[in-house]
């Protein structure tokens, strides 16, 4: 089993900035694929962004350049940085933790994102 809790989501207006992170425990292998992912109500949670334990990273569309995910995996923690925010980003966001290995998602409770003035 691997927990995860993310910290650092809130309230900001458009153009602002947010540092989202995710503290893992449990079971944690160097084969997990930390993620986030974002979702609002009535539609379908979408990928964000993930990182490999090598640091490889793959990023939605909609937020390249704007968003930037990083993984310290000494402190088993992975962050967002969130910039240049519009309303479109309002969602709740979820931190994942994907098991190459066993082929098991691991979410953490989400944190509430508001982009608004």
């Known amino acids: 089993q691997v927990q995860l809790v993310e910290s650092g989501g809130g309230l900001v207006q458009p153009g602002g900035s947010l540092r989202l992170s995710c503290a893992a425990s449990?079971?944690?292998?160097?084969?997990?694929?930390m993620g986030w992912y974002r979702q609002v109500p009535g539609k379908q949670r979408d990928q964000v962004a993930d990182?490999?334990?090598?640091?490889?990273?793959n990023y939605a569309d909609s937020v390249k350049g704007r968003f930037s995910i990083s993984r310290d995996n000494a402190k088993n923690t992975v962050y967002l940085q969130m910039n240049n925010l519009n309303p479109e980003d309002t969602a709740v966001y979820y931190c994942?933790?994907?098991?190459?290995?066993?082929?098991?998602?691991?979410w953490g409770q989400g944190i509430q994102v508001t982009v608004s003035s």
């Open positions: 994942s933790a994907y098991s190459v290995l066993r082929s098991v998602r691991y």
């Open positions: 449990g079971r944690i292998t160097s084969s997990l694929v």
């Open positions: 990182i490999t334990s090598g640091g490889s990273t």
